[in-house]
């Protein structure tokens, strides 16, 4: 589905990074593999150093931090906040959204909309578009994004599909509207079809947690996971990334009339440097467009790693230039899209350690 | 070249390496070390190899004379 908007722009990204880093090497004797083994897996993928919460720091937390921050350094003020989008695989609770916790920690106004999207890997495609959509209304002229996930306590330790890339984080994106007149393209696709590729098997309504479920299985590669635990399988995803991905970044790439080399960057979701160098060939990308490593420094927070990969990538930039970007995200869903957008000169990019 | 038979012995978690050598006759071969053979072959030659291709690429030799064939 192609989708188009204007007037609107980012102009801060704020990323949130727990402070605690674990190294791949610190886990490794934990997978059923030998050294190595590991090490190839490593070498491979650009596995090394990864951020993982403590434990109890939730999602909200990170973005609390992340708000206040930008409250106390005079980026936005909280009159100014007329919505809330929290995209997340990881809300605090089921039952209220963690957005509305936010505003009530917050003590933002309450004439207000807090809404919660469940939505992965392509999180920060699905909730630009949606703050977009908000943005089309005269009552709201500031939206704030909010990527956040914490899954590392949803990994098993003994599984390295998943385990080693996995890490936790958040970020906050300020939208808002814009006098200027660009342009703002968008293509994004759904298959529920594929919505087992990437899931956690027990936790909702379906299979309630219970003994039975904490309890660890071994699968036929010699991973060990219970049902309360992230289940990646790798294959499935890395042939649905190369099957719809180059498509959707063709497709956007003709809606916004621009040729591949016209844009800057093209700053993906990170699930590994294997998947995003092959990708990059695929598409006919030069790689030094498009970064691939965010999973070897922070490990992949999911929605959170595209601002993450913003704020690690262009912060130096975009003090020199405006630039013409192409973001991707695609995963759990199955959902992939891409949007193409400007990046205006100064635009705030800042990231701070959560500890 | 010896740089390259260098990362190959590690791949291939073999003490030495010879052109007759068979790929996947290696006792390491799988998956994943199918994987980091692409990947050393990209990072070192800039040459991007299929998985299919090993259909045809039987030996070091054969590997050796593609990377030769093909550098840019």
């Known amino acids: 589905m192609r989708l188009f908007f204007k007037n609107k722009k980012i102009t801060s990204v704020l990323s949130i990074l727990p402070e605690n880093v674990v190294l791949f090497e610190d886990e490794m004797e934990n997978y059923n593999f030998s050294v190595n083994q590991s090490l190839k897996l490593k070498s491979v993928m650009g596995y090394n150093k990864k951020r993982v919460v403590t434990d109890g720091v939730t999602s909200s937390d990170l973005c609390i931090l992340g708000l206040e921050y930008l409250f106390k350094e005079g980026v936005i003020n909280k009159a100014e906040i007329d919505a809330i989008v929290f995209v997340s695989q990881s809300p605090d609770y089921i039952m209220p959204p963690t957005s509305n916790v936010i505003q009530g920690k917050l003590q933002l106004k309450d004439d207000i909309i807090c809404l919660d999207i469940n939505q992965g890997c392509a999180g920060y495609i699905v909730g630009l578009i949606q703050s977009f959509m908000l943005l089309e209304q005269s009552a709201i002229n500031k939206v704030v994004l909010l990527n956040a996930d914490v899954l590392s306590p949803k990994v098993s330790k003994k599984d390295r599909n998943s385990n080693p890339l996995i890490g936790d984080g958040a970020s906050v994106t300020i939208v808002e509207k814009a006098s200027d007149e660009s342009n703002i393209y968008c293509s994004i696709k759904m298959n529920g079809v594929g919505a087992f590729s990437l899931h956690i098997p027990a936790g909702g309504a379906k299979m309630p947690t219970s003994e039975e479920t904490a309890i660890l299985i071994e699968d036929s590669h010699g991973n060990l996971r219970s049902k309360n635990h992230l289940v990646m399988k790798g294959d499935e995803v890395f042939n649905f990334v190369q099957a719809e991905v180059p498509g959707i970044i063709n497709d956007v790439l003709e809606y916004s009339k621009l040729h591949k080399d016209e844009v800057d960057y093209y700053l993906f979701h990170q699930p590994n440097k294997f998947m995003l160098s092959k990708l990059a060939d695929k598409i006919g990308v030069d790689r030094a467009k498009m970064p691939a490593n965010i999973v070897e420094n922070f490990g992949n927070a999911s929605g959170a790693t595209i601002p993450i990969n913003i704020t690690f990538n262009i912060a130096d930039k975009i003090k020199e230039s405006s630039l013409k970007v192409c973001f991707s995200g695609f995963g759990v869903g199955l959902t992939w899209g891409a949007v193409i957008m400007d990046l205006n000169k100064n635009t705030y990019i800042q990231t701070i350690n959560y500890n | ?72």
Not at chain 2, 6 to 17: G, P, R
Not at chain 2, 21 to 47: G, P
């Open chain 2, 1 to 72: 070249m010896e740089h390259f038979k260098q990362k190959l012995v590690d791949i291939f978690e073999v003490s030495n390496i010879s052109e007759s050598d068979v790929i996947k006759d290696f006792d390491s071969w799988d998956s994943l070390t199918l994987l980091s053979l692409i990947a050393v072959v990209d990072a070192e030659y800039n040459i991007q190899i299929n998985a299919s291709l090993f259909e045809e690429i039987i030996t070091i030799g054969d590997l050796l004379q593609y990377i030769s064939k093909n550098s840019k």
